[in-house]
Each structure stands twice: as C-alpha cells, then as structure tokens.
C-alpha cells in the first residue's frame, strides 16, 4: 500500500508563495491519480487539485490560475505549487490517491502579515 507524506508548508506573506510535495513510498505512483485537498479550522476538508496518471489537472475555481499541480516520477513525488496565497489559503493541506486512502499528517500552510 502506498504512503504519502506532505511537506513544504509554513508561514508565507499575502501573495507569497509556496511548494508542497507529496512524497511516495512503499508503491510507484506514476500510474494513480493523485488529489490535494485542505482543511482549515472548523471547515470540511476541500479539494484544491487533482493530478490524473496520464497528466491532466483540474483545480476548483478558488485556487485556479494560483495552483498547480505537477509529478515527478523519477522521484515519485508530487508537487503543489501555491501562488498568491490568501489568509483563506490558510489550511492543513492533504495529498491522497484517488481514490482515497487512509490520510496522512499534512502539512501546515499559514498565510499571514
């Protein structure tokens, strides 16, 4: 079974930026779909990007154009890669396969001045 564990968040400025990888272990994924979702205090989790194997990406209309999504095989690793971040990107952030799995710890993105 694969297991995914995020990293790469932290404390960024209003419209700085941040990467986060979702690094894979125990199973290649090059072939999976992979789904970055959020979760800030007191909200249901969201989805914010979803990576199919073939390389095509989708993004909810709150973080289009802001968000992107991308692989790395060779490292079998994936990537978010945040732009312009808002205080209401402020948010535990998730990578899972798709369909999903057990969740992993996440990583903490904090978007503050």
């Known amino acids: 079974q694969v297991h995914l564990v995020e990293s790469g968040g932290g404390l960024v400025q209003p419209g700085g930026s941040l990467r986060l990888s979702c690094a894979a272990s125990g199973s290649i994924i090059r072939d999976k779909a992979i789904v970055w979702y959020r979760q800030a205090p007191g909200k249901q989790r969201e989805l914010v990007a979803s990576?199919?194997?073939?390389?095509?990406?989708d993004y909810p209309d709150i973080v289009k154009g802001r968000f992107t999504g991308s692989r790395d095989n060779a490292k079998n690793t994936v990537y978010l890669q945040m732009n312009g971040l808002k205080p209401e990107d402020t948010a535990v952030y998730y990578c899972?396969?798709?369909?999903?799995?057990?969740w992993g710890q996440g990583t903490q993105v904090t978007v503050s001045s």
């Open positions: 899972n396969t798709w369909p999903v799995g057990p």
């Open positions: 990576l199919t194997s073939g390389g095509y990406t």
